[in-house]
């Protein structure tokens, strides 16, 4: 079973860092992504920023391009979500998701099927 686990969030000010961490288990894909994904009270679900084991490439959303870097220790698959110039907007609960993935990532992030509990990252003065 394939149980990612985050850790990392907290309360930021604005313009501020944080680096959020997904530790994967149980992944039996020869290739696989990993994913960030956000939802922030009363909007969707969206996808952040996702990776391909497969080749590295990576998909953003625009509103964090530039901010925001996902990175992977292939090792003992974990990705990381480093998160800078953090802005009152990115408030919200972050989710990694993990699942088999053969090729690049698209132009957006793919809803994998297993999911982590979340972690809460908010940005405030």
């Known amino acids: 079973q394939i149980q990612p686990v985050e850790s990392g969030g907290g309360l930021v000010q604005p313009g501020g860092s944080l680096r959020l961490s997904c530790e994967v288990s149980g992944l039996t894909y020869d290739s696989y992504g990993i994913g960030w994904f956000r939802q922030a009270p009363g909007k969707e679900r969206e996808g952040v920023a996702c990776i391909s084991s497969n080749d590295g490439s990576t998909y953003y959303k625009d509103s964090v391009k530039g901010r925001f870097t996902i990175s992977r220790d292939k090792s003992k698959i974990t990705v990381y979500l480093q998160m800078i110039n953090l802005k009152p907007e990115d408030t919200a609960v972050y989710y990694c998701?993990?699942?088999?993935?053969?090729?690049?990532?698209?132009?957006?992030?793919?809803?994998?099927?297993?999911w982590g509990q979340g972690t809460q990252v908010t940005v405030s003065s």
């Open positions: 998701a993990a699942g088999g993935w053969y090729g690049s990532m698209p132009n957006y992030c793919p809803v994998f099927g297993a």
